[in-house]
C-alpha cells in the first residue's frame, strides 16, 4: 500500500544562499552607514562609498599586496587632520569596500556580513577623521 505523504515544504529563504552581488554590499554598507552617530556622519557628506570586486592594480601594486584578497576596504583622499583651512578640494574623499575579499574572510571566518561590512566600513571612516590602524585597534579594544 502507498502511503500518501504531504509535500515537503520549501525550505525558508536563507539570507545570501548566493554570493551577495555588489547591490548586496552596498545596501549593508548603506545601513552600516546609519548607525554612525550623527557627529560624525555630518562631517561625512563628501565622502564617496564605492563598492568593487577587487583593488585595482595600481592599488595592488602601491599597498604591496601578495594577493588582491589581502584588503578588505580603503580609504582614499586627505585625512581631515592633514587638511589646511586654504587647501582647494581636488579628487573627492572615498572609502571603498571590496567585495570579494569582504566574502572570502566572510566564509572563512563566519562572521555576520553586516557586522563585517560595518566593521571595514567604520574602519576606513576612522581613517577619514585621522585616525591610524593602531589609533583604532586601541579605540576597539583589540591588540
Not at 78 to 107: H, K, S
Request: aromatic letters at 8%; a negative charge; charged letters at 25%.
Amino acid at each position: 500500500m502507498r502511503q500518501n505523504h504531504p509535500p515537503t515544504p520549501a525550505p525558508a529563504r536563507r539570507p545570501f544562499t548566493i554570493a551577495p552581488s555588489i547591490d548586496d554590499i552596498e545596501r549593508l554598507a548603506a545601513d552600516a552607514f546609519k548607525t554612525i552617530p550623527e557627529v560624525l556622519a555630518s562631517r561625512l557628506d563628501d565622502v564617496l562609498i564605492r563598492v568593487t570586486d577587487f583593488p585595482d592594480a595600481e592599488t595592488e601594486h602601491e599597498m604591496g599586496l601578495e594577493s588582491p584578497f589581502d584588503l578588505l576596504g580603503l580609504y582614499v583622499g586627505v585625512a581631515m587632520t592633514e587638511r589646511g583651512a586654504n587647501d582647494a578640494q581636488g579628487e573627492p574623499d572615498m572609502i571603498f569596500l571590496y567585495r570579494r575579499p569582504l566574502l572570502d574572510y566572510w566564509c572563512e571566518t563566519g562572521d555576520s556580513l553586516p557586522d563585517l561590512v560595518r566593521h571595514v566600513l567604520i574602519h576606513e571612516i576612522g581613517h577619514h577623521f585621522g585616525f591610524s590602524d593602531t589609533d583604532m585597534a586601541r579605540i576597539e579594544g583589540t591588540p
